[in-house]
C-alpha cells in the first residue's frame, strides 16, 4: 500500500441521535461537525499509514458514495477495496487520491478466461476510470481455491492471465495488477507460524498462481478472521492474544519468535508458506480482517468492546509502521472489514454488525483512540439497492437488475482448520476459520 498519510480527525463524530431524513442532512452533519471541532481545536490527529478498508454493501440504508468519501479519509484510509467495480463508487472517489481494488466476482471467472471478454471487462470497469479513480488492482475472484469446486478452480489462474493480457494490451499493466484473494484454509499448519505450509491437495493450483503474482509484481491477498477462532473455542483462546492486548503470548520453537497476537502469527505462517515454495520475497496483504460489535448468543466475543479493541489496537499497530516477528522491515498492508453494519447480509447476527460505521456515518463504536466518540444514532432507511458481494464470500448469480453487472451475495458457510498453538502451561489451541459472511 502507500506510505501516504491523512490526518485524522475522528473525534468530528461525536455521541448525539442523528435521524438521517435525507442525503442534504448527512452531509451538513458532517459538515457542521467538522467545522465545529476544527474552530474549537478538538482534534485528535492520528497518523495511520498502509490502512485499507473494505466498502461493501449488501445494504438497502446506505449513505451515497459521494457522502462516502470524507468517512473513508476520515478514518485514515488511503485504499478501498471493493467487491465489484460499482461506477457510482468509482466515480465518486475521483481525483480523491484514494486507491482501488476492484473486484470481478467468482461467477464471472469462466466467462474472464476468454480474451475478449476480459478485454471488454477492464475498458468499461477499469480504463474507463482511469486515471481520475486510482485504480492500482483487480481482484480476481474471492476464496476460489477453498471452495472445493475443481470446475472453478481450473478457471481461476486463465481469467487472471487474461485479465493481465487485456491490462498489457491497454497500456495499463504499468499501473494496475491482478491478483486473487485467498482463505487461510488454504494452510495446511499454521503453528508454530515458521512451519507454515499450504494444504498438498492445493499446492498443483497455489503453484502456478504464485509463479504469476511473482512475475506480475502483483501482491497475495489472504483473507484472515481471529474472532472465529475465539468463538470457536474461547475457553482455551486468549481473548487478550486475539486481540492485541497485553499477554504472555507465545515463542515459535523454530526460530525464537515471540508473539503477542494471533493475527501477525497466522502473516508469518502465510510468509513461511509462500518461501517453502520458493517465493520468499513476495509481498503479503491481509485483504480482510475485523471483529464483529454485535452478534447471536451463541457468537462468543462479538461485542462493541472487543470490536475497539481489535480494530482500535489494529490501527495503532499499522501506524507504529513495524512489521511482523519474522518480517520486522515488511509494511502492514491490512484492509479492515467493514465500512458499514450491513442490514442485508444473510446469516448470524455478527454478519451484520463489522461496520466501523452505522449507516448514517456515525461511529459504531469508538475505536480506541482519544476523542472518539462511541455513537447512539440512529440508522434509518434512505432507500433501496441491490445486495453487493461483500466479505469473504461464496459468490452467487447477481441479479437481474444489477446497476454494474458484478453484484453477487456471501453465503455464512464456515470451515475448520484446526492447527495447535503450543506453548509451555498455555495450551492455547487456534482454530484458523475461513469465514464467509
Known amino acids: 500500500m502507500a506510505d ?9 463524530f461525536f455521541t448525539g441521535n442523528l435521524i438521517l431524513t435525507s442525503n442534504g442532512r448527512f452531509l451538513l452533519f458532517l459538515l457542521l461537525n467538522f467545522l465545529f471541532f476544527f474552530a474549537t481545536g478538538f482534534l485528535f490527529p492520528v497518523l495511520v499509514s498502509s490502512v485499507g478498508i473494505n466498502y461493501g454493501q449488501i445494504a438497502n440504508n446506505l449513505p451515497s458514495p459521494e457522502h462516502v468519501v470524507p468517512l473513508v479519509k476520515a478514518i485514515g484510509a488511503n485504499r478501498v477495496k471493493l467487491y465489484d467495480a460499482d ?46 479513480t486510482k485504480i492500482t488492482s483487480i481482484a480476481v475472484g474471492n476464496e476460489v481455491l477453498t471452495f472445493n469446486d475443481t470446475s472453478l478452480s481450473g478457471c481461476l489462474l486463465p481469467a487472471m492471465q487474461s ?11 504499468s499501473q494496475v495488477t491482478v491478483t486473487t484473494a485467498h482463505s487461510v484454509a488454504i494452510l495446511q499448519s499454521s503453528y508454530p507460524p515458521s512451519t507454515g505450509a499450504f494444504r498438498q491437495d492445493l499446492k498443483g493450483c497455489i503453484s502456478p498462481i504464485l509463479d504469476f503474482l511473482s512475475k506480475t509484481c502483483s501482491p497475495f491477498l489472504i483473507n484472515a478472521y481471529p474472532f472465529f477462532a475465539y468463538k470457536a473455542d474461547p475457553k482455551q483462546v486468549s481473548l487478550d492474544f486475539v486481540l492485541f ?14 508473539y503477542d497476537n494471533m493475527l501477525f502469527a497466522q502473516i508469518d505462517a502465510v510468509y513461511a508458506a509462500l518461501a517453502s515454495l520458493g517465493y520468499k520475497k513476495l509481498p503479503v496483504q491481509i485483504s480482510e480482517t475485523g471483529w464483529p460489535s454485535k452478534g447471536d448468543e451463541n ?3 462479538a461485542s462493541p468492546e472487543n470490536a475497539k ?10 501506524n507504529q509502521k513495524k512489521g511482523t516477528p519474522a518480517r520486522p522491515n515488511s509494511d502492514l498492508n491490512i484492509f479492515v472489514f467493514a465500512m458499514f453494519n450491513e442490514n442485508m447480509k444473510p446469516g448470524p447476527t455478527s454478519e451484520r454488525n463489522y461496520g466501523l460505521f452505522k449507516p448514517d456515518g456515525t461511529p459504531a463504536y469508538g475505536l480506541g483512540f482519544s476523542g472518539i466518540a462511541v455513537s447512539s444514532g440512529n440508522s434509518t432507511s434512505s432507500g433501496s439497492s441491490s445486495p453487493k458481494t461483500d466479505g469473504p464470500s461464496i459468490y452467487l448469480s447477481p441479479p437481474a437488475n444489477s446497476s454494474s453487472g458484478y453484484l453477487a451475495i456471501s453465503s455464512s458457510t464456515e470451515r475448520y482448520v484446526w492447527s495447535k498453538w503450543g506453548r509451555m502451561g498455555m495450551g492455547l489451541i487456534s482454530m484458523v476459520m475461513a469465514f464467509h459472511v
Do not use: C, R
Open 299 to 301: 457468537e462468543v466475543g
Open 87 to 132: 461506477p457510482k463508487v468509482l466515480k465518486a472517489f475521483a481525483n480523491t487520491g484514494v486507491e482501488f481494488i476492484v473486484g470481478l466476482g467468482n461467477e464471472y471467472l469462466s466467462k474472464m478466461t476468454d480474451p475478449a471478454n476480459a478485454q471488454a471487462w477492464v475498458k468499461s470497469n477499469v480504463q474507463a476510470y482511469l486515471p481520475a
Open 4 to 12: 501516504s498519510h491523512f490526518s485524522v480527525n475522528l473525534g468530528l
Open 163 to 173: 485479465v493481465h493480457t487485456a491490462l498489457v494490451n491497454l497500456k495499463l499493466d
Open 245 to 258: 492486548q497485553p499477554n504472555a503470548g507465545i515463542v515459535d520453537p523454530g526460530n525464537n519468535l515471540h
Open 309 to 318: 479493541k481489535y480494530n482500535g489496537n489494529l490501527l495503532k499497530l499499522i
